[in-house]
């Protein structure tokens, strides 16, 4: 009866969060985080690796939730998620390394310390403008967990919220971030291979 009980409450939940509800969301993190956690790390070996993924894997089923079909177990597709971002991650990981060894082979011959050095200055200016960009809420929490190193049993002592809706703040913060720091990197890209070229017309 207590098992049939547990499968209808996650049914009613499950259609909760497909229309958006934060509580919902809540519910499924504090049900699943640590398991898919323990997943996780068993995967990739490292503990802040996993706690990204972590995070990846819930902004997935909120970015997803629409497409939830609460006659499935959610428990198996957060772990598909899982297994599918961890071997995304790693195919990416190899085209990288290939294409920065292409990138520093092309580029060796017009190294720049200054104007490299003003390239990272400029990424940590857009990521602080990242951050800066998001809500109130987000942003504090953001910093204190991914900036200054705070756990989130820590943080919601010291804010008075509880660690599932810290987590809901870090899931979509983290989103809006990435987001807005892909979309720079893809202007940066472009500009350094302009000084690439502008150096390699100079040596002409």
């Given at each position: 009866?207590?098992?049939?009980?547990?499968?209808?409450?996650?049914?009613?939940?499950?259609?909760?969060?497909?229309?958006?509800?934060?509580?919902?969301?809540?519910?499924?993190?504090?049900?699943?985080?640590?398991?898919?956690?323990?997943?996780?790390?068993?995967?990739?070996?490292?503990?802040?690796?996993?706690?990204?993924?972590?995070?990846?894997?819930?902004?997935?089923?909120?970015?997803?939730?629409?497409?939830?079909?609460?006659?499935?177990?959610?428990k198996a597709y957060l772990h598909l998620i899982?297994?599918?971002?961890?071997?995304?991650?790693?195919?990416?990981?190899?085209?990288?390394?290939?294409?920065?060894?292409?990138?520093?082979?092309?580029?060796?011959?017009?190294?720049?310390?200054?104007?490299?050095?003003?390239?990272?200055?400029?990424?940590?200016?857009v990521l602080q403008k990242a951050i800066n960009?998001?809500?109130?809420?987000?942003?504090?929490?953001?910093?204190?967990?991914?900036?200054?190193?705070?756990?989130?049993?820590?943080?919601?002592?010291?804010?008075?919220?509880?660690?599932?809706?810290?987590?809901?703040?870090?899931?979509?913060?983290?989103?809006?971030v990435k987001t807005f720091m892909t979309d720079?990197?893809?202007?940066?890209?472009?500009?350094?291979?302009?000084?690439?070229?502008?150096?390699?017309?100079?040596?002409?």
């Amino acid at each position: 009866m207590a098992a049939a009980l547990h499968i209808s409450d996650e049914k009613i939940q499950l259609a909760r969060l497909k229309e958006g509800d934060q509580h919902a969301f809540n519910y499924f993190y504090e049900q699943h985080s640590l398991i898919i956690y323990r997943r996780l790390k068993k995967m990739v070996k490292i503990d802040t690796l996993a706690d990204e993924f972590l995070q990846d894997v819930f902004v997935k089923l909120w970015e997803k939730r629409h497409l939830i079909d609460p006659e499935q177990s959610l428990k198996a597709y957060l772990h598909l998620i899982a297994q599918n971002l961890v071997f995304d991650f790693y195919r990416k990981l190899a085209r990288e390394a290939r294409l920065q060894e292409e990138v520093k082979h092309t580029i060796s011959g017009f190294h720049n310390p200054v104007q490299e050095g003003f390239y990272f200055k400029e990424t940590n200016d857009v990521l602080q403008k990242a951050i800066n960009n998001l809500p109130a809420q987000q942003k504090l929490v953001f910093t204190l967990c991914k900036i200054q190193g705070k756990s989130y049993e820590e943080v919601g002592r010291d804010l008075g919220i509880s660690t599932s809706t810290i987590n809901g703040h870090i899931v979509k913060a983290t989103k809006s971030v990435k987001t807005f720091m892909t979309d720079y990197h893809k202007v940066a890209f472009g500009l350094l291979i302009g000084i690439v070229i502008n150096d390699l017309a100079n040596k002409l």
